[in-house]
């Protein structure tokens, strides 16, 4: 019998390949390479934890690494370890969507459903209509490395996380009574922290039926007018979660490759496609975490003390506030971001530390006001970088060197994610997280995606 066809929803069922049996799983799966970027001896304990067993740490390049001088090489390693992979038969093969269930240290439990986005549907740019859609600002200068990554790959293996607004728990939810009494695809242990793992195939076509048929629902016009309050017809059925940057590149790069193809190949190359892991942002193990920043090479002080008139140029009144020390810091933020009157962002520097408020603001998230700062203020200067990083604490280590300094943010709520983008467009990059570092996508999963 035909499998259910999901092509107008944007989807397909992907041909997976999977780490064969008597892999070792727990040094297979590596979190997201997006992850710990100023944390080399993260990557390095993992590395020499994965020793020379299979692992995704092999296909995958770390971005704590992009900036070094032998990237080049790292990258050929990586394309080399695909074929190496392939050619040892590292990997078994399914063709299904995996539904997944993950656990960490935060939350109990966290569902999703590995499915492969057709590229089709997808346009990160500005005023995007289109069935896929980014949730923040795509920084298209972060494109090139990525694409050169995937372009000479024979694998991709994904560390995406796409949304779907389900309040009802139609899509994936039904799967977890479905699959209660089953033995899994694969259950593991993750390193690092990072919990554990546990998924089931969906190969089944009752189980694939319910999913489009509940996807199908979503994707109704009148249902979508209705649940948003607007008028037009452009559908927004998944948003970006994690790894925007990437599942753009796997556009980009599908964009370049369709323009050597036939019609009738463009409907059958892999590279169309992208496996992401879809998550229904009404999920209780989903939590939206502030991503702070932490300015390398700068004058921590200088920077404070520019920041009045730069606001006052655009409308606004800025202002700073000194506080003694981390626990009055964070009451005082939490007090001010749930009563939201003006946006207040804590600093953190070598000697000091403290508030910064922006009335009247021009931009709806304090994370607007923050990200556009920096971007006008220091954009282009040489030495000057900025770091997106997750939890307090390490915002508190970095921002201990003197030419240093960290930027504390609220989170936003996640019910509000998909009538802020149809309406207000992409967010200021990094302006949520899902989950702490270790909650992120560990990869497990690969697919071809030469042709």
Known sequence: MAKPNFAALGLTIPDLLLPKDGVDLTRWAVVAADQYTSQRDYWQRV????????????????????????????????????????????????????????????????????????????????????????????????????????????????????????????????????????????????????????????SDNGALEAIRSALESLAQQSKFREKYGVQGDDVLLYAMGDGNHSLAAAKAHWDQVKKTLSPTEREEHPARHAIVELVNVHDEGLVFEPIHRVVFGVDPRALLDGAPAYFEKRGSRCSTESVSDAASQKRKLETLWTSGERHAIGYVTSSDRGILFVDDPRHNLAV?????????????????????????????????????????????????????????????????????????????????IVG
């Open 47 to 202: 590395d020499d934890y994965v020793g020379d067993a299979p692992s995704t740490l092999r296909l995958i390049l770390p971005e704590v690494y992009l900036e070094d001088d032998d990237v080049d090489a790292r990258v050929s390693g990586i394309q080399q370890a695909m074929q190496q992979y392939l050619q040892q038969g590292v990997f078994r093969s399914a063709q299904a969507m995996v539904y997944i269930d993950r656990k960490t240290s935060h939350v109990a439990s966290r569902k999703g459903l590995i499915v492969a986005l057709d590229l089709e549907h997808y346009d990160y740019r500005k005023g995007s209509k289109t069935l896929v859609r980014a949730t923040e600002k795509t920084v298209e200068e972060r494109l090139p490395p990525r694409v050169k990554i995937r372009a000479n790959a024979a694998l991709e293996l994904p560390h995406v996380m796409v949304l779907i607004d389900d309040p009802e728990r139609t899509v994936i939810e039904p799967l977890a009574e479905r699959f209660s009494q089953s033995a899994p695809l694969y259950d593991v242990e993750l390193m690092e922290n990072g919990g554990r793992l546990r998924a089931h195939e969906v």
């Open 368 to 448: 607007g006001s923050l990200q556009n700062f920096l971007d006008d203020e220091l954009g282009g200067r040489k030495g000057v970088s900025t770091d997106y990083i997750h939890g307090d604490d390490v915002v508190e280590s970095l921002s201990a060197d003197p030419e240093r300094i960290g930027f504390y943010l609220p989170s936003m709520d996640k019910s509000d994610l998909f009538k802020t983008v149809i309406l207000d467009g992409a967010l200021p990059r990094k302006t949520f997280s899902m989950g702490e570092a270790d909650e992120k996508r560990f990869y497990f999963e690969a697919r071809k």
